[in-house]
């Protein structure tokens, strides 16, 4: 079962940057919408960004400006430019379709926001 993998993520400080990526199934990239969740200890799952297959975004209020998100179809990769980073952007981040498809998470990337 081929699952999305992800990669990027570390410890940075305030205002800081960082780049994530995720590549996976090219029959899922052709098909799918795609999307990067994040997951805080002790919280759901959110959806962060999402890309269509034309290239149209749409992010959650608490990233909108800060965050960017890309496709490569060739590659098969999404990505997640993410600028300001704050404390509260601390999470595991995953790719995932959108909708989710629910074998398709793989382990995530660890973002953690500290000084």
């Known amino acids: 079962q081929v699952q999305c993998v992800e990669s990027g993520g570390g410890l940075v400080q305030p205002g800081g940057s960082l780049r994530l990526s995720c590549t996976g199934s090219?029959?899922?990239?052709?098909?799918?919408?795609m999307g990067w969740y994040r997951q805080a200890p002790g919280k759901q799952r959110e959806l962060v960004a999402r890309?269509?297959?034309?290239?149209?975004?749409n992010y959650a209020d608490s990233v909108k400006g800060r965050f960017t998100i890309s496709r490569d179809n060739a590659k098969n990769t999404v990505y997640l430019q993410m600028n300001s980073l704050k404390p509260e952007d601390t999470a595991n981040y995953y790719c995932?379709?959108?909708?989710?498809?629910?074998?398709?998470w793989g382990q995530g990337t660890q973002v953690t926001v500290s000084s």
């Open positions: 995932n379709a959108v909708p989710v498809i629910s074998n398709y």
């Open positions: 090219e029959t899922i990239f052709r098909i799918y919408g």
């Open positions: 890309i269509t297959g034309s290239g149209r975004t």
